[in-house]
């Protein structure tokens, strides 16, 4: 079946620090992917997607790659903010979007 | 513009009692979601709605019904409440066929002891 694994946290950084979550999933077919962020004490917001392999979506300088070969779609953003600490989730969704497949969460912590 | 509401926010129960969860959406959309997100497991979809009038199981569907009342409102009910159903439950709604993006409500958070 369907499934996402991302990696655990929580991840800690500086501000202004490089960061990627790392995001692998498996799927039966062609699913598009997603990233989904929790800010704390709210429900979770599209962050960005991509919906075929190679695709590469982007939103508030953060970007991810879809890539088949790898079955892959990491998250990265060049230089993060104290803004930016909340949990991000990796997702996918197969065809007509009626289900969504969601990985554990990666928590973020950005100190100035 | 309120998006997708939730209520309670909060509730405890105790082993045995029941209780309904509400959901509304005030964006005219198509399909709707109920979500328990556990520590450590992300969200796992309980049932969704495709379309007003229809239901189908998700991953976790055991010990939860559900109703779409009409194209806004998506309710969730525990029968008889366990331990295991401690957990915050997020309802997410979506515009139709041809899009991808949810909105999730809140949240409510459930304690069963």
């Known amino acids: 079946g369907d499934s996402v694994t991302q990696m655990e946290g929580p991840v800690t950084l500086s501000e202004e620090a490089f960061l990627t979550i790392n995001c692998t999933y498996t799927a039966t077919g062609y699913p598009s992917l997603f990233w989904y962020v929790q800010y704390p004490g709210e429900g979770l917001q599209l962050l960005l997607k991509a919906t075929k392999a190679d695709d590469k979506g982007s939103n508030k300088g953060f970007e991810a790659t879809y890539r088949k070969e790898t079955t892959s779609f990491h998250l990265e953003k060049g230089s993060v903010q104290v803004s930016d600490s909340a949990v991000y989730f990796c997702a996918l969704s197969e065809y007509n979007f009626n289900k969504f497949y969601f990985g554990s969460g990666t928590k973020l912590n950005v100190k100035p | ?42 969200l796992r979809l309980i049932y969704y709605s495709a379309s007003e009038g229809t239901t189908d199981k998700g991953e976790v569907p055991n010990g939860y019904n559900v109703s779409r009342l ?44």
């Open chain 2, 1 to 42: 513009n309120a998006g997708v509401t939730q209520t309670p926010k909060f509730q405890v129960l105790k082993t045995g009692q029941s209780m309904t969860l509400q959901c509304a959406q005030d964006m005219n959309h198509n399909s709707m979601y109920w979500y328990r997100q556990d520590p450590g497991m992300g």
């Open chain 2, 70 to 113: 009409n194209k806004r409102e998506f309710s969730l009910r525990l029968e008889s409440a366990a331990p295991s159903q401690t957990s915050v439950y997020f309802c997410a709604s979506r515009e139709g066929p041809l899009s991808s993006e949810q909105y999730f409500g809140p949240g409510t958070r459930l304690t069963v002891t």
